[in-house]
């Protein structure tokens, strides 16, 4: 009997680049001896819902998506709800594609779908917000949209500088939260304009944001949240700060997380994944130890 496979796939994701490849990436699903069942999203939430309601019919040994980051965490987020808990491959087809560079996923999506069927099973942490999953960033602040909104080419060409700049930009509108921050023992009261808490090493398209040795497996996520600036020094010093990777300093805080809670005296919005996840006065996130099986590549990016 064949193994199944569904397979759910963003047909606007990246420009639409899947529609090139789509052919070329079922045959080769086909060719080894997978039943596929097939759908395209049409809407926020569908990817979610289909992988729920196909699991709760029948079991699928692969769930396979391709799209952008939001995809993949609708897919993880339908299994987190779902009893049979199927291992996922990602072939990215999106813009920024962070979570991709975790898994050393190639930009070629036929060779990416080769990763899936030869690749290694990883056993990955995931992220709940107020109840919601997430894959690897729940953000707030001035920096969360500018991070998606940099063309990649300047981020390619100017790396970390490229999302500072973004938000120099914005410098006019700069808001901060007042927000207290529980971690653990810890306990943070500061004017905010940016908070971030992670599990990838690449954020936005930018690597290093999150510090060195990053691991997505360890049961702890990393925590970035960065004091209103009172003055040109004080932006200068969150400058020079972010461009030497001290991430603990007068201006930013940096802490391992297991659990957090934070509570704002106004709704603050918060971006999960890089989608627009709610406004809310008090967040409450955990990290839920290697609780998907996601399938990674063995050893370097190929070309």
Same mark, same amino acid.
């Given at each position: 009997?064949?193994?199944?496979?569904?397979?759910?796939?963003?047909?606007?994701?990246?420009?639409?680049?899947?529609?090139?490849?789509?052919?070329?990436?079922?045959e080769y699903f086909v060719k080894?001896?997978?039943?596929?069942?097939?759908?395209?999203?049409?809407?926020?939430?569908?990817?979610?819902?289909?992988?729920?309601?196909?699991? &709760?019919?029948?079991?699928?040994?692969?769930?396979?998506?391709?799209?952008?980051?939001?995809?993949?965490?609708?897919?993880?987020?339908?299994? !987190?709800?779902?009893?049979?808990?199927?291992?996922?491959?990602?072939?990215?087809?999106?813009?920024?594609?962070?979570?991709?560079?975790?898994?050393?996923?190639?930009?070629?999506?036929?060779?990416?779908?080769?990763?899936?069927?030869?690749?290694?099973?990883?056993?990955?942490?995931?992220?709940?917000?107020?109840?919601?999953?997430?894959?690897?960033?729940?953000?707030?602040?001035?920096?969360?949209?500018?991070?998606?909104?940099?063309?990649?080419?300047?981020?390619? !060409?100017?790396?970390?500088?490229?999302?500072?700049?973004?938000?120099?930009?914005?410098?006019?509108?700069?808001?901060?939260?007042?927000?207290?921050?529980?971690?653990?023992?810890?306990?943070?009261?500061?004017?905010?304009?940016?908070?971030?808490?992670?599990?990838?090493?690449?954020?936005?398209?930018?690597?290093?944001?999150?510090?060195?040795?990053?691991?997505?497996?360890?049961?702890?996520?990393?925590?970035?949240?960065? &004091? !209103?600036?009172?003055?040109?020094?004080?932006?200068?010093?969150?400058?020079?700060?972010?461009?030497?990777?001290?991430?603990?300093?007068?201006?930013?805080?940096?802490?391992?997380?297991?659990?957090?809670? !934070?509570?704002?005296?106004?709704?603050?919005?918060?971006?999960?994944?890089?989608?627009?996840?709610?406004?809310?006065?008090?967040?409450?996130?955990?990290?839920?130890?290697?609780?998907?099986?996601?399938?990674?590549?063995?050893?370097?990016?190929?070309a």
């Open positions: 009997m064949k193994k199944k496979l569904l397979f759910i796939y963003n047909p606007l994701a990246g420009k639409s680049k899947i529609k090139n490849w789509l052919s070329s990436i079922v080894s001896e997978y039943e596929i069942v097939i759908y395209a999203t049409a809407g926020r939430k569908d990817a979610k819902n289909i992988v729920m309601e196909c699991l &709760k019919r029948e079991k699928y040994e692969l769930v396979v998506c391709s799209g952008g980051d939001g995809t993949l965490n609708e897919v993880i987020s339908g299994i !987190m709800h779902s009893t049979r808990k199927a291992r996922i491959g990602y072939i990215p087809s999106g813009t920024t594609n962070d979570f991709a560079y975790n898994l050393k996923l190639p930009k070629n999506l036929l060779k990416a779908a080769k990763v899936v069927l030869n690749g290694e099973a990883f056993p990955c942490d995931v992220g709940v917000i107020n109840g919601e999953y997430f894959t690897y960033t729940a953000a707030f602040g001035l920096f969360t949209d500018a991070s998606y909104e940099t063309p990649q080419t300047t981020k390619n !060409m100017l790396g970390k500088l490229a999302y500072i700049l973004e938000g120099v930009k914005r410098l006019p509108n700069w808001k901060s939260y007042h927000m207290e921050i529980t971690c653990g023992d810890r306990v943070i009261s500061d004017n905010f304009i940016y908070g971030m808490v992670a599990n990838s090493i690449s954020v936005g398209g930018i690597k290093g944001l999150t510090g060195k040795d990053v691991l997505l497996d360890d049961g702890q996520f990393e925590g970035i949240f960065i &004091k !209103m600036p009172q003055n040109v020094l004080d932006f200068q010093g969150i400058i020079n700060d972010l461009l030497t990777g001290n991430l603990n300093s007068d201006h930013i805080f940096s802490l391992p997380v297991k659990e957090i809670v !934070m509570t704002s005296e106004e709704p603050v919005p918060w971006s999960i994944d890089g989608e627009f996840g709610g406004e809310f006065k008090t967040v409450e996130i955990a990290n839920l130890k290697q609780a998907v099986t996601i399938i990674r590549n063995k050893g370097e990016i190929p």
